[in-house]
């Protein structure tokens, strides 16, 4: 499985960003997506993640009332609306795949870069 991300960038404070992670492969079960970020000198945190057949989407606290993940299964891929940014958002993102027959996410992208000025 392959899970390629984008739509990081640069962004004043205030303004907004959509990533997108699409993934692809052969015979592959999604049980849930999800988006980690890393910000220099910090552990790699949860932001958000969302139930492929349900649709159950879960957000960190930090983040709650200002990104929204999505997703599109017809095309596999897991989106993540960024809304009033803060500098303290600027991290690499990740997006993270948890197939069907695994108890974590197995499966992981290979970050974009967001950064939020001031």
């Known amino acids: 499985v392959q899970l390629q991300a984008s739509g990081g960038g640069l962004v004043q404070a205030g303004g907004s960003l959509r990533l997108s992670c699409a993934a692809s492969?052969?015979?592959?079960?999604?049980?849930?997506m999800g988006w980690f970020r890393q910000a220099p000198g910090w552990e790699r945190e949860f932001v958000a993640s969302?139930?492929?057949?349900?649709?159950?989407?879960n957000h960190a606290g930090s983040v709650k009332g200002r990104f929204t993940i999505s997703r599109d299964n017809a095309k596999n891929t897991v989106y993540l609306q960024m809304n009033s940014l803060k500098p303290e958002d600027t991290a690499v993102y990740y997006c993270?795949?948890?197939?069907?027959?695994?108890?974590?996410?197995?499966?992981w992208g290979q970050g974009t870069q967001v950064t939020v000025s001031s």
């Open positions: 969302i139930t492929w057949s349900g649709g159950m989407a």
């Open positions: 492969g052969r015979a592959f079960t999604i049980y849930a």
């Open positions: 993270a795949l948890r197939s069907g027959w695994s108890d974590g996410y197995n499966y």
